[in-house]
């Protein structure tokens, strides 16, 4: 049989698969499951174009598994394919024969029978050389997909142990199941078993560390972090400590886990003899499918950040001076600005910068501390800009020429923190009238506030008994009587009588 004419029959199987046909066929390839039946299969004929003998064999499979539950649904008992000549044809096409016999109704029924998952890890090792391990009949054989996590500014890759592999669902089962190993080399095992804290009452803190990683499977872009749903890891038989779900006032919704990496080095059998073992159990949600990879990683601290981003270099003052005087001349609106008051102190410490920065997809003039932005990253890791909580990825972070010269410059008094840019670009202290006009305005505010306060506590105090004369002071004189005239008594009040007959 010429290659053209396998291709066609392979191409014709496709044409007769029901969607989830056509998206078990994609989800074994690791391609995107979603959309219409069009979609699906064109997406499915396009990887006839790459000549994978795993592929070629699953659609064959597929197809196989197809007929056979079609044909005992039609005919309970009957012999699979026996009245099916057209496909029986392209099966012949295709290098199968038609000849089915002692199949089981199970075995017709179930396509993800135990004869199934064997040809799947023969497929596997025939395409990539190594054999993975032995599946369960209700586990899934996975398949490594080309998908890309997005990179974490904390941690520097130093080897790719699991490459990013499918978990995909299979079966009508809810809760799926698959197993993948990796072995470390000896130069890896060393790493990590030598760059660890052991000291007394340490947490066994390792700088190399083995990280786990889950994100969606959509090879269309960088994916982050992302659990799937009621996931359960175990690391050489041992549960592994996920992130605590985040609660959620939503009704029928799970809550879901914060996105980022899993630390399973404690688990690990740190030699280059015994193979690693890593068991994943989650509950499938439709139209979802989800990737898994595991690399070794060292993790850098704020301070080794800090000093990478200024070995990067800064911002030219120049630039940010031409975008000083745009914001200013810019009079779209018919207000003309004069100039722009700002303040040195950091967004985030309400303190003095020391290396202001910003990320350069932001277009505004004010700055944050490098360090401290870093630091509050390294805790809890957000990279939004404190300033107008858009992104702030750390790749975008740079230090600011011109606001560091502000910073350094003696012009600047030390107690002031806020400065006034010109029209030319140029910048000048608070004027000290101004400046003083303005503390002199807090102060009389505070003392105001004061004086309310003293005034409630003397209203409140009525009974306070008065002060005792001291011992040298007189005595003060008795009050002089004073003789009133007396008044005659008032007249009695006239009473008047009502006859009520």
């Known amino acids: 049989m010429t290659p053209s ?20 066929l994609l989800g074994f390839a690791g391609r995107n ?20 003998t795993p592929v070629q064999k699953r659609i064959r499979e597929l197809f196989q598994s197809s007929q056979e539950t079609q044909q005992a649904a039609m005919i309970p008992g009957a012999n699979a394919l026996q009245y099916s000549a057209a496909y029986a044809q392209m099966l012949g096409l295709a290098g199968f024969t038609t000849q089915q016999q002692g199949i089981p109704q199970a075995g017709r029924a179930n396509p993800y029978a135990a ?19 032995q599946a369960k009949p209700n586990q899934t054989v996975s398949q490594p997909c080309n998908v890309k996590f997005k990179q974490l500014p904390f941690y520097d890759i130093h080897g790719e142990l699991l490459k990013p592999t499918s ?15 990796f072995l470390l080399s000896p130069e890896q095992a060393t790493n990590i078993a030598s760059n660890r804290d052991i000291r007394m009452g340490s947490k066994l803190d390792y700088l190399y560390q083995i990280q786990l990683r889950f994100c969606l499977l959509d090879p269309s872009a960088e994916q982050g972090d992302e659990f799937p749903p009621s996931i359960c890891v ?140 870093l630091m509050m990253n390294e805790k809890k890791p957000t990279w939004t800009c404190p300033v107008c909580d858009s992104a702030a990825k750390y790749d975008d972070l740079m230090v600011d020429g011109y606001f560091e010269e502000v910073i350094k410059a003696p012009e600047l008094p030390d107690e002031e923190n806020e400065i006034i840019l010109n029209q030319d670009g140029s910048w000048n202290p608070v004027p000290k009238d101004e400046e003083e006009e303005r503390k002199k305005k807090e102060k009389e505010e505070e003392e105001r506030k004061n004086a309310v306060v003293l005034d409630l506590s003397d209203d409140d105090d009525d009974s306070a008994p ?3 004369p001291t011992g040298d002071a007189e005595p003060a004189p008795a009050p002089v009587p004073v003789d009133l005239p007396v008044l005659p008594p008032p007249p009695p009040a006239e009473i008047e009588c009502i006859d009520i007959e």
């Not at 978990?167 to 190993?181: I, K, N, P």
């Open 167 to 181: 978990l995909v669902t299979q079966g009508s089962s809810r809760f799926q199941e698959a197993q993948f190993q």
């Open 466 to 468: 008065a002060p005792k």
């Open 5 to 24: 004419q396998e291709k066609e029959a392979l191409r014709n199987m496709i044409l007769t698969f029901r969607v989830s046909e056509l998206q078990m």
């Open 234 to 373: 175990q690391v050489n038989g041992k549960m592994c400590t996920l992130p605590n779900p985040i609660p959620t006032n939503k009704p029928n919704v799970e809550p879901k886990r914060p996105p980022r990496p899993v630390h399973i080095t404690p688990l690990c059998k740190l030699t280059p003899t015994l193979n690693n073992i890593v068991s994943v159990k989650w509950a499938a949600d439709y139209g979802k499918s989800w990737v898994v990879g595991i690399w070794l990683v060292e993790k850098l601290s704020s301070d080794q950040l800090l000093e990478r981003l200024s070995s990067k270099g800064k911002r030219n003052s120049d630039f940010t001076r031409e975008l000083i005087k745009k914001k200013l001349t810019d009079d779209e609106d018919g207000i003309a600005t004069t100039n722009l008051k700002v303040t040195v102190s950091c967004p985030l410490g309400k303190m003095r910068m020391s290396k202001p920065c910003r990320p350069t997809t932001c277009d505004h003039l004010q700055c944050f501390d490098a360090a401290l932005f």
């Open 33 to 52: 499951q979603s959309g219409k039946k069009t979609e699906l299969q064109d997406r499915s004929l396009e990887l006839l174009q790459l000549n994978s």
């Open 115 to 133: 004869q199934q998952a064997q040809a799947q890890v023969a497929a596997y090792t025939a395409a990539y050389g190594t054999q993975p391990l």
